[in-house]
């Protein structure tokens, strides 16, 4: 593959994961925002799969294939079975409004920048010097799963900071080994079902999916 | 031998899952609980002498740490089923929960062990991890089983919270990874344990740094350590009390297992000191939020999670001395503290059973009200404030000198002003719940069921807190693989 | 290639402002004309608005009584900056006539002196329609303008430079660089800002008349004959200079690289048609969309910030 168009294809592909990012804070729509989460998730295929046929790793190639299907397709689809019988399916009242948030996530852009000045210095080559943006999908899923209120955007947040550290796993190592991989995709998964159940579960028995309806359990 | 020792609760766990309800279906779970003991023994006296037994392909590997381990999960996995028969029983004679619920409950015991086991028999960090990871998805359903609002909310601050750290821990997995393919001479399983620990010298500090930091958070996590322990008390109060005898018993120091392995990859690539500040720094926050939150605590049952905080603390803090001898303190300790507060958390169980409140001031007078119980919950506190002739006292003891001999003085003390207030705390709520004016009834029986695993539970506690006898080589060699 | 041929640096800039000048204009009627028919209308001439700035020329002045010299002063410092700002801006050709001043930062504060002033002038009639409209359309201003710094600086990373014909005839020699993720994010960041500073849908509706919603409009309220007619042709002269800067950072080929007539020609022709499809482009989505309620535009113009932002690291990055 081209060296530039390989460059290019690369970067864009670690934008989209930060910008899907960037979006699942920008818009209400619970909908939108597991769209978002969607399209992040065929991102990191597509950067995966770059790096695969870059670096002629057919494992990586399979692995990005998992990607595409797990996170692009399945998981997307598992929530949204959530939202679609919840009838206020907006995140209505955020801990910190939109705009506030989208300063936030430019805050945190920089931060990435920062905290992953030791790992870009040890991997020189150009996949390397992408990792920032892993880290700034996996802090900006941290922000929104401490901002959100609603059950199905914390999931998102939650699988946004998974998204991020995998994109950091691609860039700097060219992925995991396979085994660990597939644990940690199938594990994802589990953990997307079990937070499914308990989401209905919620709505069975509190009639909304606000999370401000939990909170029995403090000192 | 390894993949046998995990075989046998996948195994037990499929059998349940087949077998319609009855009650012999609980006592599998025992069975499957007391083989795990022994082949953990069996498995100990094989790797006692240094040679570590590997399995399946180089997957599975045990030292003599992980036998350690294996014997501790099957200990308390022993204890937590025989209370499990009971709790089962008690649920569906009262209707909360159907033989559906019932089976439900009994496979996913068997699949936390199994995970737990795989955890501690893993050759590879990544295994490891997704181990680790697995246990987090088969106690949510276990935290949710009794299905109430608060057991709702629990599971689902559990999941998420736990998730979360364990996913930074997957980040700090894969910077070793990174650092490790970027090491001179690395082999093709840069992930396996053994290797990394043999090449740690050529790790990238810069990278290693960032990657314990976020070890240490997010395994932490799971280890219950301040600051992302909030779930842990909401948790532990709401599970089903077999499951908090587990999660608090085990499944914690699993996770502080793993913490302990990466500590001497991070140790041969950065020196002792960086690894040192950041488990002194978790362990006396633990303490710190431990000991605040205990003070005006209300509900037992959060008492006995925040209690866990506080051991972990210690554990952490002893893990920082890193001597040989302060690792087999630890490890002793992991002992002590889980047969101690699984102990504990059977107990409260039943006397949830029987009071039916977790609220401290509405039960008193247990010591006279219910004899054998209440001497079980007495007896269980006074071994977790640490007193002789109970296993906690020794590995606490030996802490805290192996901290002052590595310059740690200064935390070792703060842990002691911490361990003082908490005495108070744990000692006041106690009296609360034990004496008090005697009703007009009779005393109260209490089963054997239940009686006589958890007095065995405390003597066994006792007996090693006197005589170290047969798990002293065991400590040793255990301690010596972890340590330099 | 001939000397006579060549029409020079000064007849560049007058072949520039004319086609910007008229083009602008024919633009807003070909963007009312491509809504009518989606919209199942014959609509208005593509020419109209050329009619109305003429009929406007010839009509009486009105001016409001208590309005001060701001008023009248307004349309023609519109007009002016732009017609200096298309002097600046590689449209037609990569060496426009006041290349060397030609940096983006001028370009785009040149153009926001104009807007400015005709907020002010909003302001100065006293009505309360003119002054609801200039606090909105200032408001929208102050957002869209960090997205708006940002966003040239990740354009001119690229480039190492923020001069306008710099950034272009780079762009020509490597046009990779249109697909890299900083140019990408950093146009559709400026797309955000362009149609939050000319007024148009999802922003602010063009159309309409309807006191609550209308920005743009309420402005320029009390402006009437050659007033308006000046305040009109500057606005669409900021539009068609404002997509002309999108198309040839997005889609640089055909402009001319020299001042011969045919390169001129060549580049005149493929700059109508990059603006006419992109406009017609721009009024086609405009159908479908709704305008967004004042308090949800800070969300629009923040994410154009993240954009830009993403836009600036990425270049920073992938260099």
């Known amino acids: 593959m081209n060296h530039q168009v390989f460059d290019n294809v690369l970067g864009l592909g670690c934008g989209v994961v930060v910008l899907s990012a960037v979006v699942t804070l920008w818009r209400h729509s619970l909908i939108a925002i597991i769209r978002a989460l969607a399209v992040q998730g065929v991102a990191l295929a597509l950067v995966a799969l770059t790096l695969g046929l870059h670096g002629h790793d057919r494992g990586l190639e399979v692995v990005a294939g998992l990607v595409l299907l797990a996170k692009g397709v399945v998981v997307p689809a598992l929530i949204t079975k959530v939202v679609r019988h919840d009838v206020a399916s907006r995140e209505t009242d955020p801990l910190v409004n939109v705009p506030a948030s989208l300063v936030a996530a430019g805050v945190l852009i920089f931060l990435a920048f920062a905290a992953s000045r030791s790992v870009t210095a040890l991997t020189s080559n150009a996949p390397g010097r992408l990792i920032p943006f892993g880290m700034a999908a996996m802090l900006i899923g941290f922000f929104a799963l401490a901002t959100r209120r609603k059950a199905v955007s914390q999931i998102v947040g939650l699988l946004l900071v998974d998204n991020g550290i995998a994109l950091v796993a691609f860039l700097a190592t060219a992925g995991v080994p396979l085994i660990v991989e597939l644990g940690a995709s199938l594990d994802l998964l589990l953990i997307t079902v079990v937070l499914r159940v308990l989401a209905t579960q919620m709505r069975r028995r509190l009639g909304t999916v606000d999370l401000d309806g939990l909170a029995e359990l403090h000192d | 031998m390894l993949w046998i020792i995990l075989f046998v609760p996948v195994l037990c766990a499929a059998t349940c899952a087949i077998v319609t309800w009855r009650k012999a279906v609980g006592w599998f779970g025992v069975a499957s609980a007391s083989i795990i003991t022994s082949m953990g023994i069996v498995l100990a006296v094989r790797v006692v002498h240094g040679r570590a037994a590997v399995g399946y392909h180089g997957v599975l590997r045990a030292d003599a740490l992980s036998a350690f381990m294996v014997i501790v999960i099957g200990v308390i996995a022993l204890l937590a089923t025989l209370q499990g028969v009971r709790y089962l029983e008690a649920e569906i004679a009262a209707q909360r929960c159907t033989t559906r619920h019932a089976s439900l409950y009994a496979v996913l015991i068997q699949g936390f062990l199994a995970t737990m086991l795989l955890a501690v028999l893993a050759a590879g960090l990544g295994v490891m991890w997704v181990a680790i990871e697995a246990t987090t998805i088969v106690t949510t359903f276990l935290v949710g089983h009794r299905n109430t609002r608060g057991s709702l909310e629990a599971s689902w601050k559990y999941i998420v919270i736990c998730s979360v750290g364990i996913a930074l821990a997957f980040l700090g997995t894969v910077l070793v990874y990174l650092t490790a393919l970027h090491a001179p001479r690395h082999g093709t399983g840069a992930l396996d344990w053994t290797s990394l620990v043999a090449g740690s010298h050529h790790l990238d500090p810069g990278v290693m740094r960032l990657a314990f930091a976020l070890i240490v958070l997010g395994f932490g996590t799971k280890v219950g350590l301040a600051p992302m322990h909030s779930w842990l008390p909401d948790a532990h109060s709401q599970a089903p009390a077999p499951v908090s005898a587990l999660m608090s018993g085990v499944l914690l120091t699993v996770a502080f297992y793993a913490i302990l392995r990466f500590k001497v990859i991070a140790d041969g690539a950065l020196g002792p000191e960086f690894a040192r500040t950041l488990l002194v720094v978790v362990g006396l926050l633990s303490l710190v939020v431990a000991a605040s939150l205990l003070l005006g605590q209300r509900d037992y049952k959060r008492m006995l999670a925040y209690s866990s905080v506080e051991h972990m603390g210690l554990i952490a803090l002893g893990a920082a001395a890193g001597s040989t001898l302060a690792i087999a303190a630890v490890l002793l300790h992991i002992l002590g503290h889980g047969i101690a507060k699984g102990v504990l958390f059977l107990a409260s169980g039943e006397i949830l059973l029987a009071e039916g409140t977790s609220e401290i001031k509405n039960v008193s007078a247990l010591l006279s009200r219910r004899p054998v119980l209440g001497g079980i919950f007495a007896f269980g506190l006074v071994a977790l404030l640490g007193f002789p002739p109970f296993s906690l006292f020794v590995s606490e003891l030996t802490m805290l000198r192996a901290e002052f001999r590595v310059g740690l003085g200064w935390a070792a003390g703060l842990s002691l002003v911490c361990m003082a207030v908490i005495f108070g705390a744990v000692m006041s709520h106690g009296r609360e719940m034990l004496f008090g004016p005697k009703g007009t009834d009779d005393p109260a029986v209490t089963p054997a069921l239940v009686a006589v695993p958890l007095i065995g539970g405390l003597a066994a506690c006792a007996f090693i807190g006197v005589s170290v006898w047969p798990l002293g080589a065991l400590l040793h060699a255990a301690a010596h693989v972890v340590s330099p | ?319």
């Not at chain 3, 020419?47 to 002045?61: F, N, S």
């Not at chain 3, 606005?235 to 997005?250: C, F, P, Y």
């Open chain 3, 1 to 319: 290639m001939s000397v006579a041929h060549d029409v020079g640096v000064t007849g560049v800039g007058v072949l520039q402002v004319v086609v910007i000048g008229i083009g602008g204009l024919v633009l807003l009627g070909l963007m009312r004309k491509v809504r009518a028919r989606i919209e199942g209308r014959v609509g208005a001439p593509v020419l109209q608005p050329l009619r109305d700035v003429r009929k406007l020329m010839r009509k009486e002045r009105l001016r409001p009584e208590f309005a001060s010299w701001i008023f009248p002063l307004a349309p023609v410092v519109l007009v002016a900056t732009v017609t200096v700002a298309a002097l600046m801006t590689p449209l037609i050709t990569t060496h426009p006539p006041l290349a060397g001043g030609s940096d983006l930062f001028v370009v785009v504060y040149l153009l926001l002196l104009g807007s400015t002033l005709v907020a002010l002038a909003g302001l100065d009639t006293g009505t309360a329609f003119g002054g609801m409209g200039s606090s909105r359309a200032l408001t929208i201003g102050a957002l869209a303008e960090p997205a708006l710094l940002v966003t040239i600086l990740a354009l001119s990373v690229s480039s190492h430079s923020s001069n306008f014909p710099v950034i272009v005839r780079a762009t020509l020699a490597d046009p990779a660089v249109i697909i890299s993720p900083a140019r990408l994010f950093a146009l559709a960041a400026l797309l955000i800002v362009i149609i939050a500073e000319s007024g148009r849908l999802p922003v602010d509706n063009p159309a309409t008349h309807l006191e609550l919603t209308m920005i743009k409009e309420a402005m320029i309220l009390e402006y009437s004959g050659p007033d308006l007619a000046l305040v009109t042709l500057g606005e669409a002269m900021r539009l068609a200079l404002l997509l002309g800067v999108l198309v040839n950072l997005s889609l640089p080929w055909g402009v001319a690289s020299s001042t011969s007539v045919g390169a001129l020609a060549i580049g005149t022709i493929v700059l109508c048609a990059k603006v006419a499809a992109v406009a017609s482009a721009l009024s086609f989505v405009e159908v479908f969309l709704a305008k967004l309620r004042l308090f949800r535009l800070p969300e629009l113009l923040a994410g154009a910030f993240v954009l830009a932002l993403l836009g600036v690291v990425s270049g920073v990055v992938t260099k």
